[in-house]
């Protein structure tokens, strides 16, 4: 590809020259330390930066172990799961007659045209009497189990 008059500069060593005199006329790179040519690097001066003291840099050492065995955090024990009601022993009972229902059938040499619309209507029975006995309002106030969202 060629480059048309007018895409760039003629001489780039007289732009590069031009754009680094500009930078400097700016104060860009004042604060550098000189280094002589001649120096080789390995006697170079360490011009590496401290952090300042702020709160990132502290001289206190940290214990990364992760041995601090008095700072443990032990859960308290979970409260025991309610008690089912009668409809809800119910509806687990549908769904668990009708995945069994459908995948006995075929072993049990089972007509599935008969099985598999029992089978499906207690699926859609269990599901509808599960999602029907959930609750639709937040839990009480009082009770208090940490963060809610």
């Given amino acids: 590809m060629k480059s048309r ?81 009668p409809l809800t022993v119910v509806a687990i009972g549908l769904l668990v007659a009708g995945v069994l229902l459908l995948t006995l059938a075929s072993i049990l040499n089972l007509d599935a045209r008969v099985t598999t619309p029992i089978a499906l209507t207690g699926l859609a029975t269990g599901i509808a009497l599960l999602l029907l006995r959930a609750r639709k309002t937040p839990p009480p106030l009082d009770d208090d189990n940490g963060a809610q969202v």
């Fill in 5 to 85: 008059p007018g895409d760039g500069p003629e001489d780039v060593d007289a732009a590069f020259a031009q754009i680094v005199a500009d930078l400097e006329r700016e104060g860009v790179g004042r604060d550098l330390p000189k280094i002589d040519e001649d120096t080789p690097a390995a006697e170079e001066p360490d011009h590496t930066p401290r952090p300042a003291s702020t709160w990132r840099a502290h001289e206190t050492e940290v214990d990364w172990s992760g041995d601090n065995a008095d700072e443990h955090y032990e859960p308290p024990e979970p409260p025991p799961l309610p008690r089912l009601r």
